[in-house]
């Protein structure tokens, strides 16, 4: 009976078959020769239990459908058991006060405009997310997740926050739109489901930001129609639109470019470009970490470039491209050493999707009511926290786990 079972344990493919059979006593024979040993009893329930185990269907994990120059993290589950990426956190909470400051010194008059490249955080968010959704999702449709559902998830985690911050622009939008002959209650009505509207100068004149989760939606579709394309077609697509977002930048003079009607392939450019690039070093880098000592400069880098780059040169739009060419992907890299402040990086992840959809109404709000830039600024990061707060406390109310800011 004990080779029997291990013959079950090393072929899990054989078939159940039937009970083994225990013959009755004879009765020309005493019982004590017939009973089961209570080793072997308990061999016997073994067995049974094991039959029953292996009754159920085997689940195997797919092979990666798409060839065999993903490396096999790529495919190794990274969803809500998955390590939280600390720096990643700290570096999307740098990216997302640069926006809130570059606004601020547009807004209000007098004050400095210390981060006139600021709009270069956009780009490095395509590549965080393109980082990111592969290294969470792509192992899910390889196991079977329906492209619509991962599309709806991803509506679903970004359409609230930022039809909130649609909301609160309602009573500003005439001003907004000052001198644009416009039925204002369409432009509204298309900006709050995350459309761009065709009328006004701007896509998105209900939420300015919005332009940018438009085209992270639109890049978030294409991926789950398109996850299975092999890793060397990925790269080809992202040298294209290289090329595309160096005309964008050569014709332009610079990369703020996407959130104004007539931009729409710009804005195209610029997700292709910086999205597939987070794609491909998911692929090829996986969690790999650089010397802990790397993330100082990552952190410091890119608010650093925000602010210098324009001193140097501001007319150049090579700084613009440089930056999504040549500095966007190490910082983020770095970010993947960083293991300390993890307190303060989580914070600072989880701040970063709120105050990057609601600061701009904000800003409007705190203008409105006669507060300076900083104190503005100020509250645009307190609002965002009790927000963060109380989606926190709604998602334990509905039994959900709380999620991180992607």
């Given at each position: 009976?004990?080779v029997r079972l291990?013959?079950?344990?090393?072929?899990?493919?054989?078939?159940?078959?039937p009970?083994?059979?225990?013959?009755p006593a004879s009765?020309?024979?005493?019982s004590?020769?017939?009973?089961l040993?209570?080793?072997?009893?308990?061999?016997?329930?073994?067995?049974?239990?094991l039959?029953?185990?292996?009754?159920a269907?085997?689940?195997?994990?797919?092979?990666?459908?798409?060839?065999?120059?993903?490396?096999a993290?790529?495919?190794?589950?990274?969803?809500a058991g998955?390590?939280?990426l600390?720096?990643?956190?700290?570096?999307r909470?740098?990216?997302?006060?640069?926006?809130?400051?570059?606004?601020?010194s547009?807004?209000?008059?007098?004050f400095?405009?210390?981060?006139?490249r600021?709009?270069?955080a956009v780009d490095?968010f395509f590549?965080?997310?393109g980082?990111?959704?592969?290294r969470?999702?792509e192992?899910?449709?390889?196991?079977?997740?329906?492209a619509?559902r991962?599309?709806?998830?991803?509506y679903?985690?970004?359409?609230p926050?930022m039809?909130l911050?649609?909301?609160l622009?309602?009573?500003?939008?005439?001003?907004?739109?000052r001198?644009?002959?416009?039925?204002?209650?369409?432009v509204?009505?298309v900006?709050l489901?995350?459309l761009?509207?065709?009328?006004a100068?701007?896509?998105?004149?209900?939420?300015?930001?919005?332009w940018?989760i438009f085209?992270?939606?639109v890049?978030n579709a294409?991926?789950?129609l398109?996850w299975?394309?092999?890793?060397?077609l990925?790269?080809?697509?992202?040298?294209v639109s290289?090329?595309?977002?160096a005309?964008?930048?050569?014709?332009?003079?610079?990369?703020?470019?996407?959130s104004?009607?007539g931009?729409?392939?710009?804005g195209l450019a610029?997700?292709?470009t910086a999205?597939?690039?987070g794609?491909?070093?998911w692929?090829?880098?996986?969690?790999?970490?650089?010397?802990p000592l790397t993330?100082l400069?990552?952190?410091?880098?890119?608010p650093?470039?925000?602010a210098?780059?324009?001193?140097?040169?501001?007319?150049?739009?090579?700084?613009?491209?440089a930056?999504?060419?040549?500095?966007?992907?190490?910082?983020?890299?770095?970010g993947l050493?960083?293991t300390?402040?993890q307190?303060?990086s989580r914070?600072?992840?989880?701040?970063s999707f709120?105050i990057?959809?609601i600061?701009y109404?904000?800003?409007y709000?705190?203008?409105a009511?006669g507060?300076?830039?900083?104190?503005?600024i100020a509250g645009c990061?307190?609002?965002?926290w009790l927000l963060?707060l109380?989606?926190?406390?709604?998602r334990?109310?509905?039994g959900?786990?709380?999620k991180g800011a992607?």
């Open positions: 009976m004990g291990l013959e079950r344990v090393e072929k899990p493919e054989a078939r159940i078959g009970p083994i059979p225990i013959q009765p020309t024979k005493s004590g020769d017939n009973l040993t209570p080793a072997e009893c308990r061999a016997l329930r073994h067995l049974t239990r039959r029953k185990a292996m009754a269907p085997l689940v195997q994990r797919p092979k990666p459908p798409y060839g065999s120059d993903v490396q993290t790529s495919f190794r589950p990274a969803g998955a390590e939280r600390h720096g990643l956190d700290a570096l909470g740098i990216a997302a006060m640069a926006v809130v400051v570059m606004h601020a547009v807004l209000f008059p007098g400095p405009d210390l981060f006139p600021g709009y270069l490095f590549m965080l997310s980082y990111v959704m592969a969470t999702y192992a899910r449709l390889a196991n079977g997740m329906p619509r991962f599309f709806i998830a991803r679903k985690r970004l359409w926050t039809a911050g649609g909301v622009f309602i009573p500003f939008l005439a001003e907004g739109t001198g644009e002959d416009l039925v204002l209650w369409k509204a009505l900006n489901v995350l761009p509207n065709p009328w100068g701007n896509y998105f004149a209900l939420n300015v930001p919005g940018s085209f992270e939606l890049a294409a991926h789950a398109l299975k394309a092999r890793t060397w990925l790269g080809l697509l992202a040298g290289m090329v595309g977002l005309k964008a930048a050569h014709a332009f003079g610079h990369l703020d470019l996407g104004r009607n931009e729409l392939w710009a610029r997700v292709a999205y597939t690039m794609v491909l070093t692929r090829l880098w996986g969690e790999r970490r650089l010397d993330a400069p990552a952190l410091v880098a890119m650093l470039w925000f210098v780059a324009d001193k140097i040169d501001g007319t150049n739009w090579l700084w613009d491209i930056f999504v060419a040549f500095v966007a992907l190490p910082v983020l890299l770095g050493a960083m300390g402040a307190a303060i914070w600072a992840g989880e701040l709120p990057y959809a600061h109404p904000l800003l709000w705190f203008r009511a507060l300076p830039a900083p104190a503005a990061v307190v609002a965002a963060v109380v989606q926190q406390n709604w334990t109310a509905l959900r786990p709380a992607t």
